[in-house]
Nanobody, 121 residues
Framework: VQLQASGGGLVQAGGSLRLSCVAS????????MSWIRQAPGKEVEWVAS?????HYKDSVKGRFTISKDNAKNTLYLQMNNLKPEDTAEYYC??????????????????WGQGTQVTVSS
């Protein structure tokens, strides 16, 4: 199983980034796929999930859009109107149920390497 995230970078506040996560070894359509993030010195934070529906953390609703391409077995996160508080390492993850935003990595069955998002003010 592999999850490879990419697309991070440095952007000014108000800017946009699109993260991608290519999955291998399993089928993304069979699981809750999530984006999670961790800022230095802070707990892991759930951002968004997709299965048959989409779910978002309140602080990103209206700014972030999670989507997936089942044919490409790839997960995406379109991030618009980025804010400095969005700065973190972003990871894609999967699990068998909608994860709780409780700062626990064990909410997820597997997560891959992250991609750094830095938003300057």
């Amino acid at each position: 199983v592999q999850l490879q995230a990419s697309g991070g970078g440095l952007v000014q506040a108000g800017g946009s980034l699109r993260l991608s996560c290519v999955a291998s070894g399993f089928t993304v359509s069979n699981y809750y796929m999530s984006w999670i993030r961790q800022a230095p010195g802070k707990e892991v934070e759930w951002v968004a999930s997709i299965y048959t529906d989409t779910h978002y953390k309140d602080s990103v609703k209206g700014r972030f859009t999670i989507s997936k391409d089942n044919a490409k077995n790839t997960l995406y996160l379109q991030m618009n109107n980025l804010k400095p508080e969005d700065t973190a390492e972003y990871y894609c993850a999967y699990g068998r149920s909608l994860p709780r935003d409780n700062g626990n990595w064990l909410e997820y069955d597997y997560w891959g390497q992250g991609t750094q998002v830095t938003v300057s003010s």
